[in-house]
């Protein structure tokens, strides 16, 4: 089995030309996106390697969802999953493409639409949901190896910014060419 090298992910980057470009740098968290992505990668795979293809791992949450709550719109699968509805919409047209969801008018508004798990979709759920409970094991046990647990850092993060937002930090920081 090939191995991943994870560290080549997040260490190398091409040295920023010269110039004022503000993105010509990296920023700290390059390496955190990089790594999500590798792992996003590698879900991916385990999929392929049981014959699934064309099913995303973006695509495991609400196909769970729909599996145990019935028909629903948009708007109730993005709060359900704490979503966007832009977002959400996206996933659900590629999941759509891949024959894994269906829609129907809603029953007391025909401008809403109710979105319906396919044969194929419902076909999945029990093999996502043996892979959702598995990352999330995988998930906690990279977290136990770390010197400083990710999900620790996340709930520091999420304090720092109850404190002082994102947005009252970039306001502090902007300097604003003049007119």
Known sequence: MHKRCYISAVTSSPPPP??????AEP???VPLHQLFRAM???IGEVYALRGIH???PRFAYPLIRLAHTGPLTIRELAASLDRSHS???QTLTAMRREGLIDSAPGDEDARTRRITLTERGRALVPFLEAE???TK???AELDDELPHPLSEAALALAR???RRSMKERILDHLDEPSS
């Open 18 to 23: 010269p110039g004022d470009d503000p993105t």
């Open 27 to 29: 920023d700290r968290w």
């Open 40 to 42: 996003d990668d590698e």
């Open 54 to 56: 064309g099913v995303r």
């Open 87 to 89: 977002a959400l919409s």
């Open 132 to 134: 959702w409970r598995a």
């Open 137 to 139: 094991a995988v998930v």
């Open 160 to 162: 720092a910014l109850q």
